[in-house]
């Protein structure tokens, strides 16, 4: 599972090969080396049983019953910037509109197609996999905060009611678990005790309703909680692509 890390460097997937594919790979780079080749990773969706998603700036690359999505790139690292990270959701987001859609980290830069093709063969079971986990499911992000501001708590205060609003939290997640596939708890890097907790579910489509009815409940019993939920989104917190192979 993964949640993809905005702050983190442009990835490129084919700087830590294992040595005894270097030979063969250099030599396959050498027919297209060029850095307006290059394309970024957005997702790997299912080609069955779905129409193909049609995002502006984006397109397919095809291997069996798998599709890579991708946008033009240049192969070099580059600082994340707010217009690429919000290119990068439309394209992942329209793609889920049409159905599930395994989520690449963003900054995942090949040198090619061919290259990503390649890659796509000798992780096919693996991503054939994960689709298949992954149909019919869509995430909820839900936060549980305290429903007055805690910026007033002093010392003694901050430390007891954090414990108890985190003790709280868990709970509360545990009992939205019950309609849910799975769950993770997000870190969030600063996070204040008086923010609150946070978590994702991963939540059949056809249950989705009774899931938000379950949240209502649990607002209604907690009335000093406050619970904020958003989605449904991509599974960007439930898979891990593995780009070293």
């Known amino acids: 599972m993964v949640h993809s890390s905005p702050s983190s460097p442009a990835a490129l997937p084919n700087d830590d090969l294992d040595r005894h594919e270097e030979r063969d790979v250099k030599g396959f780079w050498q027919k297209d080396n060029h850095v307006n080749e290059a394309i970024a990773l957005c997702g790997i969706v299912s080609r069955e049983g779905r129409p193909a998603p049609h995002v502006i700036g984006a397109e397919s690359v095809d291997y069996r019953d798998v599709s890579a999505v991708v946008r033009k790139a240049d192969f070099v690292r580059s600082d994340p910037t707010e217009a690429g990270i919000a290119a990068y959701r439309e394209v992942v987001e329209g793609a889920f509109a049409c159905g599930a859609v395994i989520p690449a980290p963003y900054g995942t830069i090949f040198r090619s197609r061919d290259t990503l093709l390649r890659w796509l063969e000798l992780h096919y079971f ?115 692509l593995d780009l070293n192979g």
Do not use: C
């Open 126 to 240: 693996t991503l054939a996999d994960a689709l298949r986990y992954l149909h019919d499911r869509q995430v909820a992000r839900v936060r549980v905060a305290p429903a007055m501001a805690g910026n007033s708590w002093d010392t003694i205060e901050y430390r007891t009611r954090g414990a108890d609003l985190d003790a709280t939290a868990f709970d509360s997640f545990r009992v939205l678990k019950r309609q849910a596939v799975a769950y993770v708890p997000i870190d969030v890097p600063g996070r204040r005790a008086e923010q609150g907790a946070e978590a994702a579910f991963l939540v059949e489509r056809e249950h989705w309703g009774q899931f938000m009815t379950l949240l209502k409940e649990e607002q209604r019993r907690l009335p000093d909680l406050r619970f904020e939920h958003t989605g449904p989104w991509p599974a960007y917190d439930f898979v891990r």
